[in-house]
């Protein structure tokens, strides 16, 4: 028997705003998936070669530039598809190559995603199979990418270590997105790992006992 999980991927840093783009691949078909490529797409692609796997398609978690810049060049390079966010994400989307001049990421263009998720979708990486959930808050058609048998979550910006999204720009919500956290993320198990949008990793029961924001003490839950 191999101990080797069937889900396997690496983190890769990408733009100036060192958001954690991960290279997903199914172990026994070598499958991947490139999860939020907001630019560097010389790094993601060569992270894929290192690892021999073939990227059969883009997920992004949201709209915004860090996370979907490079989507559709890369979907264009490699003639994949593109799945997510949800719709109601659409205006962050149309908008990503205004935003990318701003921030000197002139690489950042629209799309239109090849599938909206949707809230109970699934979508697979080679043989495995991931659990969509709709989270708006951070933004309004943010999707968390689950993998149940792995423990794990790709969670973008909705939960950070020790923090949360920010609800400060166009159609952000607080109240949404602590009940995204506290009604989608929490029934998952306190043992899932979550992979953030930015910085470190954690899991969702560390984050119910110290997350300054959403710890059950804080919330009174
Ligand atoms: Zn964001």
Redesign the pocket.
Known sequence: MSNSPPLQGVIIPVTPFQQNCSLVWCAATKRAAVVDPGGELDRILAAAEKQGVVIEKVLVT?G?L??AGAAAELAAQLGIPIEGPQREDAFWIERIAEQGKRYGMDHCRPFTPDRWLEDGDQVTIGAETLSVHHCPG??PGHVVLHHPASRLAFV??VLLRGSI??TDFPRGDHAALIRSITTKLWPLGNDVTFVP?HGPLSTFGQERLANPFVADAVLGG
Do not use: C, L, P, V
Request: charged share 25%; net charge negative.
């Open positions: 949201h915004h860090d996370h951070h933004t973008g910006d999204g920010r949008g």
